[in-house]
T-cell receptor
Framework: AQTVTQSQPEMSVQEAETVTLSCTYD???????LFWYKQPPSRQMILVIR??????QNATENRFSVNFQKAAKSFSLKISDSQLGDAAMYFC?????????????FGSGTQLTVLP | NAGVMQNPRHLVRRRGQEARLRCSPM?????VYWYRQLPEEGLKFMVY????????ESGMPKERFSAEFPKEGPSILRIQQVVRGDSAAYFC?????????????FGEGSWLTVV
């Protein structure tokens, strides 16, 4: 079974500043994928970034990047140049390899507030 | 390419009634998933379906809940004899058969309120 832990229920950041959201996970699988999803007030689940566990290079999507530490089972999200539209609940999630049951396991979320 | 479509977006049911939530996956996607989000919680997996088959229903409550994904038409999540504890957001998601990175795309959710 996989577990995902987000230890920061709430975070805040000043507009234009950088913030890092933490996520740790536990899995017995050797190959898996990790994701960050964003849930704004509209409640839609929006994929922010994904990381293949077999890739050492950290994924980057514009202002969003991850720090993937496989040995430590850590997968943090860094948001640079924070914007008001980044305010949302952020969920870290994991999934096992293709061919197995495609269950996403979610953390409990981190509510990010962006201060003007 | 339209995204995952869910309807209704909001549904109010009295205790004991039935709730039916519909989901049309993205074009070209043959895998559908249902997740439930209780207030102040993360999403929890319920069921994974392919066309006409339930692949994994390990997250489904044993009673009153059922899901289908027929050969034609949307996937349906059915909740019989609803209770107050069923009030939640129900998210449908889909992925193509060969999903790169297993990326799963979510709909906007259906909010069920049981009064």
């Amino acid at each position: 079974a996989q577990t995902v832990t987000q230890s920061q229920p709430e975070m805040s950041v000043q507009e234009a500043e950088t913030v890092t959201l933490s996520c740790t996970y536990d899995t017995s699988e050797s190959d898996y994928y990790l994701f960050w999803y964003k849930q704004p007030p509209s409640r839609q689940m929006i994929l922010v970034i994904r990381q293949e566990a077999y890739k050492q290079q950290n994924a980057t999507e514009n202002r969003f990047s991850v720090n993937f530490q496989k040995a430590a089972k850590s997968f943090s999200l860094k948001i640079s140049d924070s914007q008001l539209g980044d305010a949302a609940m952020y969920f870290c999630a994991s999934i096992r390899t293709p061919g197995s049951a495609r269950q996403l396991t979610f953390g409990s979320g981190t509510q990010l507030t962006v201060l003007p | 390419n339209a995204g995952v479509m869910q309807n209704p977006r909001h549904l109010v049911r009295r205790r004991g009634q039935e709730a039916r939530l519909r989901c049309s996956p993205m074009k070209g996607h043959s895998h559908v998933y249902w997740y439930r989000q209780l207030p102040e919680e993360g999403l929890k997996f319920m069921v994974y379906l392919q066309k006409e088959n339930i692949i994994d229903e390990s997250g489904m409550p044993k009673e009153r809940f059922s899901a289908e994904f027929p050969k034609e038409g949307p996937s349906i999540l059915r909740i019989q004899q609803v209770v107050r504890g069923d009030s939640a957001a129900y998210f449908c998601a889909s992925s193509p058969r060969q999903a790169p990175g297993n990326t799963i795309y979510f709909g906007e959710g259906s909010w069920l309120t049981v009064v």
